[in-house]
């Protein structure tokens, strides 16, 4: 498969000056991750200011400003998404050339995944040029680590090209799933107070959990493709697993 790859953002000085973020915007099983409530608004839940009779708009409460932990938190979240979403595009880049070779009739699936992955990639990277976020310092090794992770894989056959995706999946899906938890207690503990969380920021917890869905049904996708035929399948799963936790701490403080 020849789709292009999307070029990294380039690094921002950490002195450049930055918008304020107008947001205030698995495990083992699938069924725990989807088990997150609903917020209780999402973009398509915001319903435009109401208007009088004199078609004079009423008030609405403003966003509340971020804290500087919680801005924190939404610069290391998206730096690592966005650099978890470059690495699994360049592992189906990586995967499909020689998986196809033995397995033609998995363009269709291969093609879906990677396209679904260059479009979580393209949102991240936006998120991160709008605010001035720097991008992690990690990024040459993660590129070589992703794209020889989905060689090797596929090398080692379909099975173990599936459980790659499977293992990867599972870290995403709760790192994911952990993200909006997050997000919803901010949201929950503002409105006590009769704060609100923002527009934006609420507009970012339906696309996290869109692209959640999106992680898991890769995995549904592996599962049914016999990734747990894999050999040795613990041994597998254990280590990319393990390296997709340690990948994430790194992005987090680098």
Known sequence: ????????????????????????????????????????????????????????????????????????????????????????????????????????????????????????????????????????????IWHVAASALGWGTAIMGREAAMACTEAVETEIGSHYNEQVRVLLDWADKMERKGETLGEELMGLIGELRRIRDEELEHLDHAVENDSKEARPYELLTNVIRGGCRTAIWISEKV
Do not use: C, W
């Open 1 to 140: 498969m020849a789709t292009p790859i999307l070029s990294p953002i380039r690094t921002l000085s950490r002195n450049a000056p930055r918008p304020q973020f107008l947001v205030a915007t698995v495990s083992a099983s699938r069924r725990a991750l989807h088990n997150t409530p609903s917020p209780k608004a999402t973009t398509t839940d915001i319903a435009p200011p109401a208007t009088s009779p004199s078609n004079k708009p009423t008030t609405t409460t403003p966003s509340t400003p971020l804290t500087q932990p919680q801005k924190d938190f939404l610069d290391s979240a998206l730096r690592v998404n966005q650099a978890g979403e470059l690495a699994a595009v360049l592992i189906y880049t990586a995967q499909t050339p020689p998986l196809l070779r033995s397995h033609p009739h998995l363009r269709p699936l291969m093609k879906h995944m990677h396209d679904q992955e260059a479009g979580h990639f393209t949102y991240f990277n936006s998120l991160l040029h709008k605010h001035r976020i720097r991008p992690t310092a990690m990024y040459p």
